[in-house]
């Protein structure tokens, strides 16, 4: 059967698929534009987007907004008639206003926001034609956010993407949930949500798009979540491995030699547990000989003088090549990976598998 659409207020996808943001410097302009060129979302990483920048280390913010509004319009140069978006950590960062208000006035389709509540996201996109989705990872986090939106805002979350416990990067469960694998699956989180924003759309008439990620892999996952009623999935680790992505080579290819027994729960300075493949940086980590000789104040729950390591240099570490001595997030099924690919060749692939076992007509 043929897959739906994604609708979020007046966007329309032509596949259900949103490319996960990855940063930093991971999910760039050339993903992003690849994805969405393919009929899905393509998601540019919020997260130090100027790294690249030439005053990056002396003028981190003012880099960083510059470095965003450049490969937002790299992307819409790239695809222009494409659905675009950005995806910001909430409550961890110290530009999250600037950069959220950068990216409306260049007039990007979708922000995503992670890593804590957006509390005041309505307000920035104000008069705006740019949707906001939050990522939860519970009905309660979902009927949280919805009820201070429609508080305070009377405003309902444009699209909710709901991550499970196998999701790379940084997790919205406890260190002990993951390393006991007690957390709810992501199925189960599904039907959560799903129960949580049903008030909120009786009470305004309005479908609030969810959006299942965290652990899909393949076009039978991506059946399976249509099937208990996502309205699409979000996907980030399987596009690593395309040659649009923007990270280096040797980072992609830790990606397809990372074994099972590699991936590692680890804590982040950004206040929360993550996902990554291990390596002698993390070794380094748990020994504790990382130190901290500046700081970017880029996030405000890091104190240099406890934090286990900078996690800013460390993700331009590996995503410029130094796979050893980074720190490389992944999602739970990284060792599935076993080549490269392309955008096109992946998404045909998802598409046609997802297309046999899809049963909901919706």
């Given amino acids: 059967m043929k897959l739906p659409s994604i609708n979020i207020g007046d966007i329309k996808t ?10 930093i410097g991971v999910s760039m302009h050339r993903l992003a534009a690849a994805v969405a060129n393919e009929g899905g979302i393509g998601v540019i990483s919020g997260a130090q987007t100027g790294f690249n920048e030439p005053d990056f280390r002396q003028n981190n913010n003012s880099a960083n907004i510059n470095g965003l509004i450049k490969e937002i319009r790299k ?28 990216s409306v ?5 979708l922000i995503i926001s992670g890593a804590g509540l957006p509390k005041n996201l309505p307000d920035l996109v104000r008069n705006s034609s740019t949707k906001i989705a939050p990522i939860v990872s519970s009905g309660k986090a979902a009927s949280t956010i919805s009820k201070i939106w429609d508080r305070n ?3 309902l979350p444009d699209a909710i993407i709901v991550e499970g416990p196998e999701a790379g990067g940084h997790l919205g469960f406890s260190m002990n949930q993951l390393l ?6 992501l199925m189960e989180i599904l039907k959560e949500v799903l129960d949580a924003v049903k008030p909120f759309e009786l009470k305004y008439n309005k479908k609030i798009p969810v959006i299942a990620a965290g652990g899909i892999f ?3 996952d991506i059946a399976e979540a249509l099937n208990n009623g996502a309205s699409g999935v979000q996907m980030a680790t399987r596009f690593v491995v395309t040659e649009e992505c923007d990270a280096d080579i040797n980072f992609k290819k830790a990606y397809i030699e990372a074994k099972k027994e590699d991936l590692r729960i680890i804590k982040s300075p950004v206040g929360l547990p993550g996902r990554a493949i291990y390596n002698n940086f993390i070794k380094k ?5 990382h130190t901290i000789k500046s700081c970017y104040k880029c996030l405000k729950t890091c104190n240099p003088a406890t934090s286990p390591y900078c996690i800013t240099n460390a993700l331009i570490d590996s995503v410029t090549g130094d796979t050893k001595e980074g ?4 999602g739970s099924n990284v060792h599935r990976i076993t080549k490269m690919t392309t955008v096109k060749e992946l998404i045909n692939e998802l598409v046609t598998e997802a297309e046999k076992y899809f049963k909901i007509s919706q």
């Fill in 285 to 289: 980590a748990d020994e504790g000989l």
């Fill in 153 to 155: 805002y009377n405003y």
């Fill in 327 to 330: 720190l490389i997030f992944a």
């Fill in 105 to 109: 006035k260049e007039k990007v389709d």
């Fill in 180 to 185: 006991e694998n007690s957390a709810p699956a």
């Fill in 218 to 220: 393949t076009g039978r």
């Fill in 14 to 23: 032509r596949i259900p698929i949103v490319q996960g943001a990855m940063g």
């Fill in 75 to 102: 992307t819409r140069a790239l695809s222009p008639n494409g659905i675009i978006g950005v995806n910001f950590l909430a409550a961890a960062v110290n530009n999250y206003v600037e950069l959220v208000t950068a």
